[in-house]
Structure formats: structure tokens, C-alpha cells
């Protein structure tokens, strides 16, 4: 098989819900901690003295250190408000959609270099305008949604499509060099340059398809796995 594909798992909003609420708990409960631990330390130190020095450099060591937690789990949480927001909502409608038409590309093409090689006229034409429809309809859906994905993410998009379409180009001129039939030894060293070049880079698309996977998971907050 050229390429590995994968069924497009998308989270139900009960999932979301559910890693939502983990995550709210767990920063809760460091707060609390925090809180908690501040409070017993100041109660600590206020029995050496409330005006003596080492008190009050002490109390300020102390305010500095848990205001700086504090703001981190406040940063934090907007994040986690941001995620699961209106505007994550849609921008995990458009990366579904984005994957979904980058899969059908894969499809076609490796349908393209397999079904080629046999085909008759009628059927060539057929398997060019499928994988044509299909690049077609994949740009058409990212051009104007991919402000919804970030920078990192589109350019992982763009080392695949444009890896896919290499591999293309590099196929379709091994095949019209094998179709003038008995080659000179200089076409005989282009096509085999050309074939060199075509293992290379399908060699390429399943990794960095596992990697496009791995990203959008990412984005859409998927826990890593160890």
C-alpha cells in the first residue's frame, strides 16, 4: 500500500466536556493547594514577630513566589476557556474538513500510480480527472479556513501536498519516458533518476502524514501518548 490512511476520529462534545472538566479540577485543586500552603507559611512566620525583618522579607519572598502560580493557573484556564470556546468549536469543524479532503488527495494518488500503468485511454482519462477533482476541491476548502490553523500545523500541510505533487510529477515523466520505448543510455540514467526519485518521496508521505495526525490531535487537545 503507498500510503497510510486513517479514519478521521473527531471528539463529541461530551468528550470535551469531559477533558474540560479534568483539567478545570486539576488547576482548582493547585490553587487550593497553593492557597492553603501560603496561608500555613504566613501563619509560620507571623510568630516570629509581625515587624521584624526577617518576617517581612519572608512574607514578600512568599507573595512574590504564589502570585506568579496564581497568574500561571490563570493563564492556564483562559487557555482551557479559549479551547473549548466558540472559536475552537470551529476551528475543529475546519480541521476535520481540511483532513478529510487531504485524505481523498492521498486516496486518488495512490490510486493514480497504481491503476496508470494498465490503463486503457478511457480509464486514464477517468483516474486524471478524479485525482484533478480531488486536488482541486482540497484547496478550494483550505485557502480561505486555514486562518483557522496555525502556522506549524500549515506548514506541515504544505511539505505533504507539496511532497504529494513531487512524487506525482516525478511519476508521470518516468512513465513518458517509458513510453518512447527503447531509450538511449542518457534516457535510460533520467529514468532510473526518476524512479530513485519517486521511491524516495513515497517513502516520505506516510511519515509525514503520521506527523500531520499527530498535530492536529495536538491542536485539538489530545493527550500525548507516552
Keep these: 500500500m503507498l500510503f497510510r490512511s486513517y479514519k478521521q476520529y473527531r471528539p463529541t462534545s461530551k468528550t470535551i466536556a469531559v477533558a474540560f472538566s479534568h483539567k478545570v479540577c486539576g488547576l482548582v485543586q493547585k490553587y487550593m ?15 516570629l514577630g509581625s515587624r521584624g525583618l526577617l518576617t517581612w522579607y519572608l512574607q514578600a519572598r512568599i507573595k512574590h513566589k504564589y502570585e506568579a502560580a496564581i497568574k500561571k493557573l490563570e493563564s492556564e484556564l483562559e487557555q482551557q476557556n479559549f479551547r473549548y470556546s466558540t472559536v475552537f468549536v470551529k476551528t475543529e469543524e475546519n480541521i476535520s474538513l481540511i483532513y478529510e479532503k487531504l485524505l481523498k488527495v492521498l486516496d486518488a494518488l495512490e490510486d493514480y500510480t497504481k491503476i496508470m500503468k494498465d490503463a486503457d485511454k478511457p480509464q486514464a482519462l477517468a483516474q486524471i480527472k478524479i485525482l484533478n477533482d480531488a486536488i482541486t476541491d482540497f484547496y478550494r476548502i483550505y485557502h480561505p479556513k486555514k486562518i483557522y490553523v496555525r502556522k506549524k500545523t500549515r506548514n506541515q500541510i504544505s511539505d505533504l501536498m507539496n511532497t504529494s505533487i513531487s512524487l506525482l510529477r516525478a511519476y508521470n515523466m518516468g512513465e ?29 508521505v506516510s511519515p509525514l502524514l503520521l506527523s500531520l495526525e499527530d498535530e492536529f490531535q495536538e491542536v485539538l487537545g489530545f493527550p500525548k501518548e507516552n
Excluded: C, N, W
Excluded at 493547594?33 to 510568630?47: E, K, P, W, Y
Design 176 to 204: 513518458q519516458l517509458r513510453a518512447y520505448g527503447d531509450l538511449t543510455p542518457a534516457g535510460q540514467e533520467q529514468l532510473h533518476k526518476l524512479d530513485a526519485k519517486f521511491d524516495m518521496l513515497q517513502s516520505k
Design 33 to 47: 493547594f497553593s492557597t492553603i500552603l501560603t496561608a500555613i507559611i504566613t501563619a509560620l512566620v507571623t510568630g
